[in-house]
């Protein structure tokens, strides 16, 4: 069964079976992000999160690019208004841009981005942030904060060294240039690269095969990967240790112990009568 969203024109929302496809929708603008596009991806996010008949999300953009970043007139706006109030009219943008990227990469479930092309400032932000990226050959990526003479405030100082280690992601964001599909490919920037006319159904296909897991494992297991770098081994083996207690109690686990003790039965029981 289909069922698609439209909270505003700005984000679309299609869930087909356990995939969802979160589309930016201005592709005038290029996908870039104002202030209505933020909120309305906010609250996607939170029923994507909130569902449990879909096990994996798909974020993909409208028209030729996938996101141009922040919107500029929103620059404008933020700029115009009395000197006195930029500093703290910025911070309460950035913390609901902050807490955008949050949510997309914090959902307990597999997130891949769909990069169908230009994946710029913010946009390219959004991709990093998922946990896997598939790229069409129409697909470009670049850092371009240092052009507007900003940095990087959408989360791809964190997420980028993690992709492409430390000195390439310094590079890539001091220079602001761009990046194409292979290049990416060959840095770890992403992890696929397709064709334009297959990339959804090639992101879909994966978001499928990876929503097939169990819930519970894929959530605790995201979580605690998620912060592996800034933990000790120690931590690491604490929070799994908690993480799969309750792994023990959920159904798919017991399912899986009962169907697999069953067919060992089965198996015994059909040597037994050969015999």
């Given amino acids: 069964m289909t069922e698609t969203s439209q909270p505003t024109d700005a984000i679309l929302l299609q869930a087909d079976g356990p995939v969802a496809v979160l589309t930016l929708n201005r592709p005038a603008a290029r996908n870039a992000i104002d202030d209505e596009m933020r909120a309305d991806l906010m609250a996607a996010l939170d029923r994507v999160a909130r569902t449990d008949s ?79 990226i598939v790229a069409s050959d129409a697909a470009r990526f670049a850092m371009t904060y240092i052009l507007r003479g900003l940095i990087p405030d959408g989360g791809g100082m964190y997420f980028l060294p993690r992709r492409v280690g430390l000195s390439r992601a310094k590079e890539l964001i001091f220079s602001g240039r761009t990046v194409e599909p292979e290049e990416a490919l060959r840095l770890g920037m992403i992890d696929r690269v397709t064709s334009a006319d297959a990339l959804l159904a090639d992101a879909c296909a994966w978001a499928a095969e990876l929503g097939k897991a169990a819930p519970a494992a894929i959530a605790l297991s995201k979580k605690i990967l998620d912060q592996t770098f800034e933990l000790t081994v120690d931590q690491v083996f604490d929070l799994g240790s908690q993480a799969q207690a309750i792994c023990y109690s959920s159904r798919e686990h017991q399912e899986s112990v009962a169907s697999f003790l069953e067919g060992v039965a089965q198996r015994r029981g059909a040597k037994g009568v050969t015999a």
């Fill in 54 to 132: 879909i096990k994996a999300l798909v974020v993909t953009g409208a028209g030729k690019g996938f996101c141009a970043g922040g919107d500029v007139k929103s620059m404008q706006a933020r700029l115009s208004v009395p000197p006195g109030e930029v500093a703290l009219n910025g911070w309460r943008r950035q913390q609901r841009t902050h807490h955008a990227i949050s949510l997309l990469h914090a959902l307990p479930k597999p997130t891949i981005a769909a990069v169908n092309g230009a994946a710029t400032g913010l946009g390219c932000d959004v991709a990093l942030c998922c946990d896997f």
